[in-house]
């Protein structure tokens, strides 16, 4: 399975722009790029995801480097609701079917 | 509220004990995954289910099995439970099965085996 390295922990303060880095050097042309959050006692819950181009939503957007090596998540301005585990997958033909999670950056946000 | 509803929200067995997990899939969902989540492995896919067939398997234990119903809801039996069994249990649920799919994941079970 694809690799992905994530930092394991970021701050932020809250109603600032926060980036989320992912190096995934090792994707493959059919893999799709999905980030995932998981707030303290809750289920995953996704927020994103992309190929080749870029990708925004109510959420959050995801800027894809051009080689496709590395990804960012990006909060436009984080709030305190936004503290959680975020996950960076990849998720392609290999593993279709089964989100293999890693340890995830751990976000801190400060009032 | 993903829509993906499991029951029961908790479960207290005892070791050698069976236990069923339950799961229903948000409306037009075809596809239904559970996932196991413990302090020492983190979140671990276990099995997919694609409209009523297997369609992949992670690290499942033998003791562990699984099922989705005609109606689509999918049910995880636990059997012979061990101590280190005890974990969050969440399943997950997407329109269909491809990698370009998003998952929805339910509240979880927190099953705490004694």
């Known amino acids: 399975d694809a690799k992905t390295t994530q930092p394991n922990s970021m701050e932020s303060n809250e109603e600032e722009p926060v980036h989320l880095p992912c190096n995934h050097s090792?994707?493959?042309?059919?893999?799709?790029i999905h980030w995932y959050r998981q707030l303290p006692s809750q289920g995953p819950e996704y927020v994103i995801h992309?190929?080749?181009s870029n990708v925004n939503n109510r959420m959050a957007s995801l800027a894809i480097a051009e080689d496709r090596k590395s990804s960012t998540l990006i909060l436009h301005r984080a709030t305190l609701r936004d503290a959680a585990v975020y996950y960076c997958i990849l998720y392609g033909s290999s593993n279709t079917g089964k989100l293999i999670f890693g340890q995830g950056t751990t976000l801190q946000v400060k009032p | 509220d993903s829509g993906v509803t499991q029951t029961p929200k908790h479960l207290i067995t005892a070791t050698g004990q069976r236990v069923t997990l339950r799961c229903s899939p948000r409306s037009g969902d075809l596809s239904v995954y559970w996932y196991q989540q413990s302090l020492d492995q983190g979140l671990q896919f276990l099995i997919h289910y694609y409209n009523g067939e297997e369609r992949a398997k992670g690290n499942i234990l033998e003791r562990f099995s699984a099922q989705q119903f005609p109606d689509l809801h999918s049910e995880l039996n636990l059997s012979s439970l061990e101590l280190g069994d005890s974990a969050l249990y969440f399943c997950?649920?997407?329109?269909?099965?491809?990698?370009?799919?998003?998952?929805?994941f339910g509240p979880g079970t927190r099953l705490t085996v004694l």
């Open positions: 992309g190929l080749t």
């Open positions: 997950a649920s997407s329109v269909l099965a491809g990698s370009y799919n998003e998952q929805f």
């Open positions: 090792t994707i493959s042309g059919t893999d799709y």
